[in-house]
């Protein structure tokens, strides 16, 4: 039985909820990077990182090419990039309403009388 839409596109943004796993893609958004880069560039293990790149890469998120003794990851995709930048702007947006909101209340609070 195939898998329904929701529940596919639930599985891939499960794929993507891990931060090393953003950190890796904001990374690649540049340009393929080797592991060692990536390794300079992100505060994690080896292991770790070693770890979440191949869930990318089983996802089909990411690729992965060999140059010797090299492996070299890229965005499989264009589309990654752009879904990055939108959650890049509805964050944006969502802080930007709670900034709003936080003036709101101080400056309700300011204005309140103070007993005593």
Known sequence: MPVPLYQAKADFFRTLGHPVRIQVLELL????LPVRDLLTMID???SNLSQQ???LRRAGIVTATRDGATVVYALSSVDV????RAAR???TDMIA???ELLAELRNADAERPRPG
Do not use: H
């Open 29 to 32: 958004q540049r340009g393929p």
């Open 44 to 46: 994690v293990e080896s």
């Open 53 to 55: 790149l191949a869930v």
């Open 81 to 84: 990039a752009e879904l990055l």
């Open 89 to 91: 702007r509805i964050l």
């Open 97 to 99: 309403g709670q900034g």
